[in-house]
C-alpha cells in the first residue's frame, strides 16, 4: 500500500511567476536546495540537501510531465523510497493562483509526514521568493 501526499497553497502572485519558481534551477535552489533541475521531460536531476548521519542529502528526480504553465510532474527518489511528485497551478483571478501539490508513493506514514512538514517549510521560502 502506498500513501499519498496532497497539499493546497495560495500565492499571489502570477501563474507564470509560480511557473518560474517551480522550474528554474536557480530559483529552485533560493527556496528547495542546489539542483541541476530542467523543464525537460525526459530530464534527470538533483536536489542536493546538507546531508545528516542518516541521510546522503541527495533526492534524485526524472521529468515526467512540462505542461507549461499548468502541471509539472517528476519522480522524487531517495534512499528506497520512490515518489511521483504533480504540481498543478490554477489561476484564480485578481492575482491569486493555487498550487497543488500531490506527491505519491509513500511506503509508511512516518515519510508522509516528513514530506508534509518539509513542503510547508520550503513553500514559506516560496513565498518570500514570490514577493521579491
Known sequence: MSLTLSM??????????LWSALTDSSKLAKWITENDFKPVVGHRFQF??????????????????????????????????????????QDLGDGKVNLHLEQTGFSNAQGLEGAKYGWGAWVGELEKLLEQ
Not at 493546497?8 to 511567476?17: A, C, V
Not at 540537501?49 to 510531465?65: A, C, K, N, R, T
Open 48 to 89: 542536493r540537501h546538507q546531508p545528516s548521519e542518516w541521510w546522503d542529502g541527495i533526492v534524485e528526480g526524472e521529468v515526467l510531465i512540462v505542461d507549461e504553465p499548468n502541471r509539472l510532474s517528476y519522480t522524487w527518489a531517495t534512499g528506497d523510497e520512490k515518489h511521483t511528485v504533480t504540481l498543478t497551478l
Open 8 to 17: 493546497d497553497f495560495r500565492f499571489t502572485t502570477s501563474i507564470e511567476k
